[in-house]
Nanobody, 114 residues
């Protein structure tokens, strides 16, 4: 059974940084296309970033040049480095394995506020 466990969220001031992690189990992690999305207050979920098994990444326009998605196949872990955070980045962040798109972890709360 595929499981995804997100961590690393918290409260940070505007301009600050956070690094999110997603520990995956039950899937062939190294072969997976994976990504991050977020649920922001009052809005539907938004795509944030994704990375192929080969390491090619793509990003939502609103996070380009601020966020970096990466993966460590040896640790079965996906990361999202978030820099220059803005208040509008506040939300619950989830990782996704596109081979199992209905599987969802508990998410990790990111709050950007002064």
């Amino acid at each position: 059974q595929v499981q995804l466990v997100e961590s690393g969220g918290g409260l940070v001031q505007p301009g600050g940084s956070l690094r999110l992690s997603c520990a995956a189990s039950g899937s062939i992690f190294a072969n997976s296309y994976q990504g991050w999305y977020r649920q922001v207050p009052g809005n539907q979920r938004e795509f944030v970033a994704a990375i192929t098994a080969e390491g090619t990444s793509n990003y939502a326009e609103f996070v380009k040049d601020r966020f970096t998605v990466s993966r460590d196949n040896a640790k079965n872990t996906l990361y999202l480095q978030m820099n220059s955070l803005k208040p509008e980045d506040t939300g619950v962040y989830y990782c996704i394995d596109y081979a199992f798109p209905t599987i969802r972890g508990q998410g990790t709360q990111v709050t950007v506020s002064s």
